[in-house]
């Protein structure tokens, strides 16, 4: 229970909840907040504390770890989200669901040969005009519980963006042409300007998903911002 504890508050941090420098409520907050008892949320907070991810102060509290090196971060962020705030109507489908093992029909580079994969392809619509595309792969070691998930009203994307902690993510950005089979799901011309995210997410250094988006590139944009890291760099 306590390594549930440990994830949730990890996740917590992780999304901004608790800032780096932010003192975190007392154990007691934290056991009444989870429904725990409070031994269970000391031994979670003690294991954050060893890993560098919190630091206690006699007397002062517990605390998020602070900052450290500049850096350009891209948001791991619902498209949902995006849609809602300039003011469009989200839609998601989802065009293909299969199980498969790694290395059989795909192979992805971080995760074991034979590794259980779930595979998706899903179309985000804003007023009813597609505007992504998503292919993406979960390891289902990492991630069991997806494998039960019909996603027949939450989007793959932001079921795990609730659901799962994540510690740290890479990003490959490109501008490309839509091929003729892209191209025909998102309702433009073959080789309309595009814009490819590929996207990795580790938590507790076990790759959890592989996300490959293409968006058309006048009907979507993308922005980051200056942030110093954080918990990003720790063992989580």
């Known amino acids: 229970m306590f390594g ?14 608790w800032q780096a420098g932010e003192r975190l409520p007392n154990e007691e907050q934290l056991s009444s907040l989870y429904g725990v008892s409070r031994q269970t949320v000391h031994k979670a ?15 002062a509290g517990t605390f ?24 469009g109507v989200y839609e998601f489908r989802i065009l293909d669901r299969k199980t498969l093992r790694n ?5 992805w580079p971080d995760v074991p040969d034979g590794t259980p994969l779930l595979s998706l392809e899903c179309l985000h619509l804003s ?11 979960v390891n289902l070691d990492a991630v069991p ?19 799962v902690p994540w510690s740290s993510a ?19 011309e073959p080789g309309t300007a595009c814009l490819s995210i590929r996207r990795q997410t580790v938590h507790l250094n076990r790759s959890i998903t592989l996300v490959h ?18 918990a990003t760099e720790l063992n989580l």
């Open 170 to 188: 890479e990003h490959t950005v490109k501008a490309v042409n839509a091929a003729a089979d892209i191209a025909a799901l998102l309702g433009v």
């Open 45 to 59: 907070i003690a294991l954050l504390a060893r890993e560098g991810f919190l630091v206690r102060r006699r007397r």
């Open 127 to 137: 007023d009813g005009a597609p505007i992504q595309f998503e292919r993406r792969l």
């Open 145 to 163: 519980e997806v494998a039960d998930e019909p996603f027949d009203s939450v989007a793959p994307s932001r079921w795990l963006v609730n659901q």
């Open 103 to 107: 290395g059989e029909a795909i192979r």
């Open 64 to 87: 998020v770890a602070s900052v450290r090196n500049d850096r350009f971060a891209l948001p791991i962020e619902d498209i949902g989200d995006v849609i809602a705030r300039s003011g």
């Open 4 to 17: 549930q504890i440990k994830r949730a508050v990890a996740g917590q941090i992780l999304r901004g909840r």
């Open 213 to 230: 988006f293409l968006s058309v590139g006048e009907r979507f944009s993308l922005s980051g911002s200056s942030i110093t890291d954080s």
